[in-house]
């Protein structure tokens, strides 16, 4: 049996071991629609630092910042993964929340009928295998999902 996917989710932070899921999810997509998703943290201390420093707490520009980093994150994920692949949709999202949440809600939203993302061995018993935003991804995920190591 041969699985069909109308449209694939990549979810990176802009890591290198992120790339190897943004290539992957794109040899998987073939033809199909394939989104890029990067999740920036929401007003982290180092951002509401720089503003208070600057004496620009003015949150809309906090968050214009924030947002023009992950672009450049993003961009900079997708030449390195995909050189001259023009045809990737981009989204960047800020968010409090954590980023599984965020992709397992833009998965649900466009509606996308498969996720792929990253393995990162970070925290818990787990963390040889899978780190905690992929074993979130996956215990919520109504889709599937592909991990990539």
Excluded: W
């Excluded at 071991?17 to 990067?38: F, M, Q």
């Excluded at 672009?71 to 900079?76: K, N």
């Excluded at 030449?79 to 949709?89: S, V």
């Excluded at 996720?115 to 925290?123: E, L, Q």
């Amino acid at each position: 049996m041969q699985a069909v996917f109308n449209h694939v989710l990549v979810a990176t932070d802009g890591s290198h071991l992120a790339d190897k899921a943004i290539a992957l999810g794109l040899r998987l997509g073939g033809d199909t629609r394939v989104t890029a998703l990067l999740v920036m943290h929401d007003y982290g201390l180092p951002e509401y630092l720089r503003a208070t420093l600057s004496r620009r707490p003015d949150a809309t520009e906090l968050r214009e910042e924030i947002l023009a980093e992950g672009r450049r994150l993003l961009d900079e994920a997708l030449a390195r993964a995909a050189p001259g692949d023009t045809h990737i949709e981009r989204r960047v999202l800020i968010s409090d929340r954590s980023p599984c949440h965020e992709i397992v809600a833009t998965a649900q939203r466009e509606p996308c009928d498969l996720i792929v993302m990253a393995s990162h061995g970070t925290g818990g018993r787990m963390a040889p295998l899978i780190g905690s935003q992929s074993r979130a991804v996956l215990a919520l995920a109504q889709v599937p999902v592909l991990i990539v190591r």
